[in-house]
């Protein structure tokens, strides 16, 4: 085995080692997936019971399965779930019977325009049962009796998700929320998971200002729970980013929050564009993943999502062509470093109080000239103090002083470190 050594071939090994499991919104797939994630950062893992009305929804029953496979007229598994957790219906009921491929063909599922690939498919609220499967294998199959088995459970449980928190010197939160509940398919959203797991261990590394809540849980009806059994205490969510979609070759994709201008909007704005990678910003829209929920407006808060190449936006999107090659440890570990960048904007962006707002005070007296001696950049540090001092008036973020004044953040908060330091601005 090849030895790992950079960050991103970490997050690929990380999602190697899930990709195989078979996940679902709720049941045992779930639950192994946070079991690994949970070898990287610790968890705490909730479990929801069947039945809990959340919100608008209710917990549905778990649904977990053994085996499920086709075999044709002559015994020979044509389909099986042994080689993919794509080939089954998600939440398919139990069934074990014999019929013709008349009977069977409504139950199979495939991508005519793409015949090599299986999709990915589900039932989770009507029950049904199905499997998926590459249309070039359902065009081979012959006339005759064929063999279903599927052998599964839809029976009352729990919804499970897990959190974990890094701690920061304010109790208001950033969430990063990441979607955990679709099988085999590497972009969507094993390396969102990834990803997050390795940026709650950078920002662990260091005090952070705020505190950061990740959140591993399935789509939808998970973010709907965790609402549901945290709306008392939601009015701590400053910011948030959803990852999806993390992985892939394409350019990073931002869509910002329902309110648009949102803190989070700007700094992810900020730094994609000084950065000087390829992106695109989009607006919000109610489709996609679990942005939506938390943008809905009775919660409205301030949560963007980052992708590379969004939802639905490439060929391979809920296919069998999501795997392993279609993530790479490059693209993943420029995501992390995008979240890195930006969190370390958001975590700084305060706004501060010229204390001696009368007339420019003087910066020498206080050895803040000479503390510049021998720097490259002294002139744009002297300059970005002036503009601190000029626009600490408690409206203006150090954001807002870095585009207007068109210097690079990082120097914009270093100077109001040291006046801070002077005692001529407070937060």
């Not at 959190?163 to 939160?173: F, I, K, R, Y």
């Not at 979607?179 to 959203?189: M, R, T």
Request: aromatic share 8%.
């Amino acid at each position: 085995m090849a030895v790992v050594t950079t960050p991103g071939e970490e997050m690929h090994a990380l999602v190697e080692r899930m990709y195989p499991l078979c996940r679902s919104i709720t049941g045992d797939g779930v639950r192994a997936t946070l079991d690994i994630v949970g070898e990287h950062l610790p968890l705490e893992v909730r479990e929801v019971p069947t039945g809990t009305q959340v919100l608008d929804w209710t917990v549905p029953q778990e649904w977990n399965v053994r085996e499920a496979w086709i075999a044709d007229p002559s015994g020979r598994r044509v389909v099986d779930l042994a080689d993919s957790s794509l080939h089954v219906l998600g939440y398919s009921v139990p069934v074990s019977a014999r019929m013709g491929l008349s009977e069977l063909r409504p139950h199979l599922h495939t991508l005519p325009e793409h015949p090599k690939w299986v999709p990915y498919r589900t039932s989770y609220y009507k029950p049904d049962w199905g499997f998926c499967l590459a249309q070039e294998t359902l065009d081979a199959l012959p006339d005759g009796e064929y063999e279903v088995r599927i052998d599964s459970t839809l029976a009352d449980g729990h919804l499970t998700y897990a959190e974990h928190v890094v701690p920061g010197q304010v109790p208001d939160e950033v969430i990063v929320s990441s979607h955990v509940c679709h099988p085999s398919l590497a972009n969507d959203n094993l390396a969102g998971i990834a990803v997050a797991a390795f940026l709650a261990r950078s920002l662990a590394e260091g005090t952070p200002y705020y505190t950061y809540r990740f959140l591993f849980a399935p789509g939808t009806v998970g973010a709907i729970t965790w609402l549901a059994r945290n709306a008392g205490r939601v009015e701590r969510v400053k910011h948030g980013l959803v990852l999806a979609c993390a992985g892939d070759r394409g350019s990073l994709t931002y869509k910002r929050s329902r309110r648009g201008d949102a803190e989070i909007d700007r700094v992810m704005r900020y730094v994609l564009e000084t950065s000087g990678r390829p992106h695109e910003i989009r607006e919000f829209t109610p489709y996609g993943y679990d942005e939506r929920q938390f943008c809905s407006p009775g919660f409205n808060l301030g949560v963007g999502s980052l992708s590379r190449t969004p939802y639905a936006g490439y060929p391979e999107y809920h296919t069998s062509a999501d795997d392993l090659d279609f993530v790479t440890p490059e693209a993943m570990e420029d995501t992390l470093a995008v979240c890195r960048e930006a969190f370390a904007v958001l975590d700084r962006n305060r706004r501060y109080v010229n204390l001696s707002p009368y007339g420019e005070p003087q910066l020498g007296r206080r050895g803040l000239y000479g503390a510049l001696g021998g720097r490259s950049d002294a002139q744009e540090a002297q300059l970005a103090m002036l503009w601190v001092l000029s626009l600490s008036d408690g409206e203006h973020a150090l954001l807002d002083v870095a585009e207007r004044a068109g210097l690079p953040f990082d120097t914009v908060a270093a100077a109001a470190d040291a006046l801070h330091g002077a005692g001529l601005v407070k937060a």
